[in-house]
């Protein structure tokens, strides 16, 4: 291999090792990052589509035991809530099974299921975990661990009381 050769292995090394531009972390206390939610419908939504209403995103998995707990529990507070201003979405994570397999589950639900976020929502630590932002879009709880229902009255309802900023 010439010079010329090994000078161009070496950058394009030097380049695929140098960092990319940071992405905005999700930082409790901060604006919550931007994010672009792929729909199983395929339907698209996007951080800024959310602007007024407060907002979870749950990560589960079709393996995870607390997550089949949670999920009809977040469901059923959806329905509820929902006409206050509160919008859940329900992310599959990739190592659940394929999503033609959950198609009965996605249609007896009130919240969207969603196939894909793009945004810096992860690694994730463990399933579920949700991600909570406030009217004024910013992050206010990021954990992972299930919701029972004094925990979602717990975190949701001063939210949903708070006046979506004008």
């Keep these: 291999m010439g010079n010329r050769a090994i000078s161009a292995a070496t950058a394009a090394l030097v ?13 409790i206390g901060a604006p919550a990052p931007s994010f672009e939610l792929t729909l199983v419908d395929g339907g698209k939504i996007s951080l800024a589509d959310l602007k007024g209403q407060v907002v979870v995103l749950n990560f589960w ?13 977040l ?21 659940s099974v394929p999503i033609g397999q959950l198609k009965k589950l996605f249609a007896a639900m009130h919240m969207p299921s969603v196939r894909r976020i793009k945004g810096p929502y992860g690694p994730l630590t463990g399933v579920p975990t949700n991600f909570i932002i406030d009217r004024a879009g910013v992050l206010r709880y990021a ?24």
């Design 15 to 27: 380049w695929m090792a140098a960092p990319a531009a940071a992405a905005p972390k999700a930082v």
């Design 61 to 73: 998995a079709t393996w995870c035991v607390p997550c089949r707990t949670e999920l009809p529990t």
């Design 75 to 95: 469901d059923s507070y959806y329905a509820v809530q929902g006409k206050h201003g509160l919008k859940v979405f329900a992310i599959t994570t990739q190592d």
């Design 143 to 166: 954990k992972s661990g299930a919701f029972d229902l004094n925990a979602l009255n717990t975190l949701l309802v001063p939210l949903l009381k708070e006046k979506a900023p004008q």
